[in-house]
């Protein structure tokens, strides 16, 4: 569970919902049928035009990722791949075919399956290059559909307002009633820019930023992965692999690992 | 026929018009002949000032793609290179000249008949793309247009609104009279805000994504015939063409096609 | 004549005189000296500061282009660069000299005198695409000021707009004169967004569509004139440069020139 | 201590304030608890949303480097390496370990110990520079998450106004109340507006700068690095590094350093 | 001077003027002690929170240039150089030390010192182009910061109009004070459109324009040394620097020239 992502919703919600009180405003006012209609309904049908089935199956999925919370330990990661090189220096690259089934990292273990089958370097990079970018186009896709949704739901907002006022101002002829017209009217600008700043841009916002840390992951497993297939000194990889660590990530990872390291390499 | 565009842009109007009745508006009042005058000619003719006749001229043909299913099945298109793969392999490069003579695809017709000739693979490689630049540059042009005039769209719709205001305020002495005007007024921003944002926006989006989708195709078929033309491995090159999918794609063609695999290749 | 650019514009004055009467509106609350005076007078001063002379004594004549077709017929450019090629072919390089004396494309004049006189590929490449850079670049300052004055219209529309108001405002006793007055303050912001929506930004995308034909017109040159120094196929250079019309273009081409092309070739 | 940064935050607080008493207004009218609580709590959740604690964590104290003046002082720098580059020349790369050892830059002294273990230059550019792009992108995300809350502080002010009013004109029956109403409701866009413009944006970009110039003083720590361990000569590694001090910081350092420049160079 | 810079914003203030009083405006009514404090104060304190003291030192002197004219008289620049290529060719590079020490461009002396003495090439290019991208930094900067002003102008424009209507609408009794009090909340808008419209974005436009100018005659100058260096014949080297200027500035140079050039040459 990412805990910010669930957290963050639910305080704003609640800041909303207080504030409204607060105010003395009454609840109820807020919850309108038809603006609920016209707005929710206005950026789905957008969307739906927007962009192909395809796309639209995967959002689901692509969003419910900024829900969960992914470790991705990267010292962890670097070990397992200085594991690896320390297998294949000694027992040669073959080796690597038994011990990286039992993983399940599988982009991992393509890497490691195709230098085992000896694919010219060349090709290994190109091969998994590609891969990498699939997965980052697919999460860039996720993220750009949010964004989408989030420019449409003001915009929305305003059309849900526009008709709102222009019933209400064609048949204006008691003034004292527009007070409470004009307060259904902005009910849709008050969801279109909640929607917009409370949920879809910081999803989006979210979703980007876990999967750059999961491209980076991906982009040390490949640099590891051709080291290995390169014959590099295990020392010399954990050096090329820790430069892709921040200094604070690399500060906690040397304390911890200060005291086993001596027999893990070479 | 894209569903999901037709679906979408249908689906978007029932909103709009059941959100009026269900505000007790009158769908009459938002049918107003010097408004759509108005935003709908203001939109044409600054699109037609923006864009020279061979560009226009394009627009409709570009825009009914958008309502067209594309179902471009990659795994499909892998597996025909791999054919014509095999075949040069076992009858030599002349032989696909008969192969590809059948073949509706004219991209891949052409990159073929460029190797079958002999020509060298820089020019094959260099030709072949900038025709990819070209289909893409095409594309790109459609969906400018359509985002250029969504941003016309508010704004003809804002001068509609001015030019009612404009009228109305003038000669205001009769102070009821202000709220059915100003309801007309609006009416113009109405449009302009549901075109840019149900139509022109969303259309664009859809352009984009189906455009990045066949150059995508393209760029594997390409890659394709550049392997061929090099005596490359079947094999080889399916594990390279494949990189090109997504992981989901691919594991729907792993399914689909582990049972038929060993026969075709090598 | 572009009869787009100048059709666009008178049609999109017209829609906009209509709808003011259709409305019911008086032409001439539309027509304000104060009004006229401080949005053009801003516009052109605030474009005065942010543009030396150099570029602003450009801006007319680069502005007149967008009223001037420019029918750049790449089938006939390409048609006439093949035969330079097969002049050089046969008669020499030097032969060309004679033949492109009576041209009257300056670029491609300077490239074919450049090789006649035996200039090192690497030199003709050079001078020729900073010869192209320095064109593109005198266009796209041309559009940059274009749209730079499309971003100052709506801001001193509404400086206008806010003189009028705080005019009005200041000596507001009489109610029933706050209608006309806000009339009056609202012209400005109408001509500021028309001159930007209708005039400024249309001009400038249309010069911007018109300059990329023209680059890459004098792209296909340069790519030709580059490929008869290197003594290349006339028939190889046609293919080259054909790649770099689009499909549609290629297909009318195609269809014209079926019978003539055995002659002029090899 | 950063002194623009306090100062111009006081300076802006105090012309507000004043601001606010100069127009008769009453400060206790801009001090309202459900103001304070929809925008800073709908801020920091939205925020919350958008980042995972890795990030928020950081935040703080990438905050507070924009507190804390860093005289980088790029000519000292320039002395420093230069006087290792003689040390390396007269007594040999070895010597550098034991000089190096009471430096306290972390950034410095990581490059000179793999230059002395006699890593392959390739390496020492290849694991500096990613130590580089990665302190560059925590600076990068503390900005981003900074410009992000800024665009997060109109929206939320707009939302708490929006509030206000749906409260406010849903039981209007008294007209007199619409000022003070509109006054409270009115309230959260000033904190949104002033937040954004006077704290979040200016604190990013004061971050950028800052950043931009830390990583300029890095990137001469490492060309001067690969200089010392390519043995260039002193007086050609001064000249590189000082182009890329700015003019004016060269005079500067020209003045400072006529006199004692002879005796240490070679 | 640079007339435009100082006849446009004499001419802007002019029509802004007038614009009030043709509007039977009161001058007066546009003079607030409150709205200038805080506007004029806000932007400065967001400016100084904004930039370190060493960027906003230098930004009086930056601005200051853009009032300055600026004659760089490209052909004067390149005759120049070619003078020194003859030189170069004639008495070898040695006597270039001699020719150079009377000229007043430090960037062409630093240079061609930097080949007397004999540097190679390769580290003449690089010092020179680190010097050039500093230059070309350091305007940058003057812009952006003038670019942040201009948004921050609105801002703080915005900020003061909200603090007049809260202090108005909270004690709004008397709606005949509505109209006045309006007035004076608008004015700060009205300051903070027309300083972002008139005067910072202008100017940085105009920074920007001859930044860029300055940036293409130093590219000029290293392009001309580094031919010297290299030998190169200064018939050549004229074509090449030739190539850098415009169509229109090279028709005026080549007439001006003709005369003396056969002189001049080899």
Same mark, same amino acid.
């Given at each position: 569970m990412e805990l910010t992502t669930i957290g963050g919703l639910?305080?704003g919600?609640?800041?909303?919902?207080?504030?409204?009180?607060? +105010?003395?405003?009454? &609840?109820?006012?807020? =919850?309108? %049928?038809?603006?609920?209609?016209?707005?929710?309904? /206005? *950026?789905?049908?957008?969307t739906?035009?927007s962009y192909?089935?395809?796309v639209l199956k995967n959002l689901i999925k692509i969003i419910s990722t900024a829900f969960k919370a992914k470790n991705v330990?990267?010292?962890?990661?670097?070990?397992?791949?200085?594991?690896?090189?320390?297998?294949?220096?000694?027992? +040669?690259?073959?080796? &690597?075919?038994?011990? =990286?089934? %039992?993983?399940?990292?599988?982009?991992?273990?393509? /890497? *490691?399956?195709?230098?085992?089958?000896?694919?010219?370097?060349?090709?290994?990079?190109?091969?998994?290059?590609?891969?990498l970018d699939f997965i980052s186009e697919r999460h860039t896709m996720g993220q750009a559909v949010l964004l989408q949704m989030s420019a449409y739901s003001?915009?929305?907002?305003?059309?849900?307002?526009?008709?709102? &006022?222009?019933?209400?101002?064609?048949?204006?002829?008691?003034?004292?009633?527009?007070?409470?017209?004009?307060?259904?009217?902005?009910?849709?600008?008050?969801?279109?820019?909640?929607l917009a700043n409370l949920v879809f841009t910081p999803l989006a916002k979210k979703l980007g930023i876990m999967s750059s840390e999961e491209y980076l992951h991906k982009?040390?497993?490949?640099?590891?992965?051709?080291?290995?297939?390169?014959?590099?000194?295990?020392?010399?990889?954990?050096?090329?692999?820790?430069?892709?660590?921040?200094?604070?990530?690399?500060?906690?990872?040397?304390?911890?690992?200060?005291?086993?390291?001596?027999?893990?390499?070479?």
């Open positions: 639910v305080a919600f609640v800041f909303i919902v207080v504030s409204i009180f607060w +105010g003395d405003g009454d &609840l109820g006012g807020y =919850v309108d %049928g038809a603006s609920i209609f016209i707005v929710f309904g /206005g *950026i789905a049908a957008a739906v035009v192909p089935l395809s330990d990267l010292s962890k990661e670097v070990d397992n791949i200085i594991d690896l090189a320390n297998v294949a220096r000694r027992e +040669g690259i073959l080796a &690597l075919e038994e011990k =990286v089934s %039992g993983m399940d990292d599988p982009f991992l273990k393509k /890497g *490691i399956m195709l230098i085992v089958d000896g694919s010219d370097p060349e090709l290994v990079r190109s091969i998994m290059e590609t891969e003001p915009a929305f907002g305003m059309i849900g307002t526009l008709i709102g &006022l222009i019933n209400m101002l064609a048949k204006l002829d008691d003034p004292s009633a527009l007070g409470p017209g004009m307060a259904t009217a902005l009910v849709t600008t008050f969801y279109g820019s909640f982009e040390i497993t490949l640099e590891g992965i051709l080291s290995i297939q390169d014959g590099e000194n295990p020392r010399i990889i954990r050096e090329k692999l820790n430069a892709f660590m921040s200094q604070s990530q690399l500060r906690q990872y040397e304390q911890k690992n200060s005291a086993g390291e001596a027999a893990g390499d070479e």
